[in-house]
């Protein structure tokens, strides 16, 4: 940052989150070698700030502290200054997330990280203040401590970077079951996660833990699955009790559909007002595959809505869509979406405020701050008040519409519309809506359009004209699981080749007796990582799995089973151990335990269309459709002329049914 400069580094960036930097007076470098080689030369340490565009604590530190000129000079006298976006980054973020862990915080965003010149860390934390506050030192009380020690006691510094790597590797190590080992293994291991998750359920309002409050997607998906195949009354129980409280609280967007990140308080009453796409990819998945299972109606209407909130917010023209929407607007968290009873009133007129008010809960006292209230749907409505509300609801929605919109995030994340795909296309099959399937076939010609790598890899990340940054096993491999899910949707065989396609890639990039996050051939790190474990998004490790498994259903092709049952081996005792942290492979073992069933169909996509369609309404998670001339275990029913289906499993293919209510029937037992 030269002195006559208004703008550092950052503003170069393609990133929306390092340019919110570019006026910053500390002096910012984007992750990279001239950071690292100022360091070196310099001998200074490296102060890491990795954060991501929606980040209320992100914004709050970026204002207190790196605003702040006094601030801003001992970071540039003391330190190297790096900046990371952890959606472009993510590796860089798991990477040192497990350094603060090891250091006994949970770790979170902003995560701030001190690192020698060789990105060998020394220090970790997460929000600091300006000053000292509630036990938590003042960011400038820390620089000087930690500028301090490396001046004068860097060997000792060096030493503890040592325990740092040495914990990394240990880690890695541990989560490995040895080869030959015996693992004592429960009889059903998905199905015991799944009843310790229904155990663990809030018993009043659903979720695991206390506050905060997280959807925790994955693990109420592995306990959809088992409720599916067992039957298990609590595990669906304590299911239908999560979604339905928050789809009731004011984590769910009563007005413009979508769900915020999390929940502030364990009723689901105010959330942490960022938007993420993953979330709501991975929540319509999941509300729909609960609507095939249960027929409930208000299901339905949510992920509809949350659908509609994606295409109307957070789509690009061509068919991407954006990663995510601010919590903050006007420079106030949640100003967008919270109402008094006078705006209510102002929005509908006189005649129907009370209505209203009672029936989205806002009240004078409020349930946030300054007398304001998040909408919650708490009240039971008959049938014509329901259609009542519905009126009033688009009225507050064009008012609402007037208002300083939250900043949006208009990075296009491969592995993100992957989950996005995965979403729209369970909705499709779960109401049968075109629309759905042509977004999420917009989607995905856009990936392939924007996103696609000369070399038959992908992008991660899109963002006005230009891809940058090779994908992650997440990015392939969330990828290959949505255009699965796109083929058995539509059928289109391009679709099938595409996902095959990136799942030799998995395995051509990622492999190595096992899968790792980054390619063999990516910028190296202190350590290459795993991340084996579910965060707010499944791990890329178990969805690589899944769409193995998938893989070897649709070819025949023993090499890709035999990948993911390594997988399964040496992480065996580590599953067993943290049902929590690998919902999502246990999932892909739920998917994988008596061998996944195949549907064919013969006749044709327009003749057969009733018979597609009861498989489509069916939620049957161990299935994989195929018309029968796209795969080789069709190769019997390739040339019949009237529309069949046949289902097959562990290598036996039953008598061929030809009425519709019998396949939905066959697929329901």
């Known amino acids: 940052m030269t002195a006559t400069s208004s703008l550092n580094r950052l503003a170069q960036e393609s990133s929306p989150y390092l340019q919110q930097h570019a006026a910053n007076p500390v002096d910012w470098y984007p992750w990279g070698a001239a950071a690292?080689?100022?360091?070196?030369?310099?001998?200074?340490?490296?102060?890491l700030s990795i954060g991501y565009f929606a980040c209320h604590w992100c914004h709050v530190m970026a204002h207190e502290c790196f605003e702040n000129a006094a601030i801003a000079e001992q970071l540039n006298a003391g330190f190297v200054n790096v900046k990371v976006d952890r959606q472009e980054r993510p590796d860089i973020d798991d990477l040192y997330q497990r350094v603060i862990q090891m250091m006994g915080q949970s770790g979170g965003w902003p995560l701030t990280v001190f690192l020698t010149p060789e990105q060998e860390p020394f220090f970790a934390g997460t929000y600091f203040p300006p000053q000292d506050r509630q036990g938590r030192p003042g960011f400038p009380r820390l620089l000087r401590g930690l500028r301090m020690a490396w001046e004068g006691r860097q060997n000792e510094v060096r030493e503890n970077c040592a325990n740092f790597l040495q914990g990394l590797r240990a880690h890695d190590e541990q989560l490995f079951t040895p080869p030959g080992e015996a693992v004592q293994r429960p009889a059903d291991l998905p199905a015991e996660a799944a009843a310790a998750f229904a155990r663990n359920t809030d018993p009043v309002y659903g979720g695991m833990g206390g506050a905060p409050k997280f959807p925790n997607a994955s693990?109420?998906?592995?306990?959809?699955?088992?409720?599916?195949?067992?039957?298990?009354?609590?595990?669906?129980?304590?299911?239908?009790?999560?979604?339905?409280?928050?789809?009731?609280?004011?984590?769910?967007?009563?007005?413009?559909?979508?769900?915020?990140?999390?929940?502030?308080?364990?009723?689901?009453?105010?959330?942490?007002?960022?938007?993420?796409?993953?979330?709501?990819?991975q929540l319509v998945k999941l509300y729909a595959d609960a609507y095939r299972l249960t027929g409930q109606p208000v299901w339905r209407q949510v992920y509809e809505d949350t659908i509609a909130?994606?295409?109307?917010?957070?789509?690009?023209?061509?068919?991407?869509?954006?990663?995510?929407?601010?919590?903050?607007?006007?420079?106030?968290?949640?100003?967008?979406?919270?109402?008094t009873p006078q705006q209510i009133q102002a929005a509908v007129g006189d005649a129907d405020a009370a209505f209203a008010c009672h029936a989205y809960g806002v009240s004078r006292s409020?349930?946030?701050?300054?007398?304001?209230?998040?909408?919650?749907?708490?009240?039971?409505?008959?049938?014509?008040?329901?259609?009542?509300?519905?009126?009033?609801?688009?009225?507050?929605?064009?008012?609402?519409?007037?208002?300083?919109?939250?900043?949006?995030?208009?990075?296009?994340?491969?592995?993100?519309?992957?989950?996005?795909?995965?979403?729209?296309?369970?909705?499709?099959?779960?109401?049968?809506a075109a629309a759905h399937l042509q977004a999420a076939r917009r989607a995905a010609a856009f990936i392939d359009r924007h996103l696609a790598a000369p070399d038959g890899g992908l992008y991660r990340v899109w963002r006005d004209g230009t891809a940058s940054v090779p994908g992650f096993l997440d990015d392939y491999s969330f990828l290959a699981n949505g255009l699965f899910d796109l083929y058995e949707s539509g059928f289109?065989?391009?679709?099938?080749?595409?996902?095959?396609?990136?799942?030799?890639?998995?395995?051509?990039?990622?492999?190595?007796?096992?899968?790792?996050?980054?390619?063999?051939?990516?910028?190296?790190?202190?350590?290459?990582?795993?991340?084996?474990?579910?965060?707010?998004?499944?791990?890329?490790?178990?969805?690589?799995?899944?769409?193995?498994?998938?893989?070897?259903?649709?070819?025949?092709?023993?090499?890709?089973?035999?990948?993911?049952?390594?997988?399964?081996?040496?992480?065996?005792?580590?599953?067993?151990?943290?049902g929590f942290g690998f919902a999502h492979l246990l999932a892909a073992r739920e998917f994988a335990l008596g061998g996944p069933t195949t549907v064919l169909f013969a006749g044709g996509t327009v003749a057969a269309a009733g018979l597609i369609t009861a498989a489509h309404r069916s939620y049957r998670p161990g299935c994989v459709l195929a018309l029968a001339e796209h795969v080789p275990a069709g190769m019997p029913l390739r040339g019949a002329v009237?529309?069949?289906?046949?289902?097959?499993?562990?290598?036996?293919?039953?008598?061929?049914i030809a009425a519709a209510d019998a396949l939905r029937a066959r697929l329901r037992s």
């Open 36 to 47: 690292f080689a100022r360091a070196r030369a310099e001998n200074k340490p490296v102060h």
């Open 642 to 656: 009237a529309p069949l289906a046949q289902v097959c499993c562990s290598q036996t293919c039953e008598a061929p």
């Open 309 to 339: 909130y994606a295409l109307r917010d957070l789509c690009h023209p061509d068919g991407g869509f954006f990663a995510s929407e601010d919590a903050d607007s006007e420079g106030e968290e949640g100003r967008f979406y919270v109402w």
């Open 366 to 432: 409020g349930n946030f701050s300054q007398g304001r209230s998040v909408l919650q749907r708490n009240q039971a409505l008959d049938e014509a008040g329901q259609a009542h509300l519905a009126q009033l609801r688009a009225r507050l929605l064009a008012a609402r519409s007037q208002r300083a919109r939250p900043g949006r995030d208009d990075n296009v994340l491969a592995g993100w519309n992957g989950l996005m795909i995965q979403g729209l296309c369970a909705a499709y099959q779960a109401g049968g």
């Open 219 to 281: 693990c109420l998906d592995l306990m959809l699955r088992v409720a599916r195949r067992t039957g298990a009354a609590p595990v669906l129980e304590a299911l239908q009790r999560t979604l339905d409280r928050m789809a009731a609280g004011g984590i769910y967007d009563h007005l413009g559909g979508g769900f915020a990140r999390y929940s502030v308080d364990e009723r689901w009453d105010v959330p942490h007002f960022e938007k993420m796409l993953y979330d709501n990819g």
């Open 492 to 578: 289109d065989p391009l679709h099938l080749q595409r996902a095959l396609d990136l799942v030799e890639q998995i395995l051509q990039r990622f492999w190595d007796d096992g899968l790792y996050y980054t390619e063999r051939a990516a910028e190296p790190l202190i350590h290459r990582p795993l991340a084996p474990f579910d965060s707010a998004w499944p791990s890329g490790l178990s969805e690589g799995v899944l769409a193995l498994l998938r893989a070897q259903a649709l070819t025949d092709e023993e090499r890709y089973g035999h990948c993911a049952q390594r997988v399964f081996a040496r992480l065996e005792a580590a599953s067993r151990r943290n």
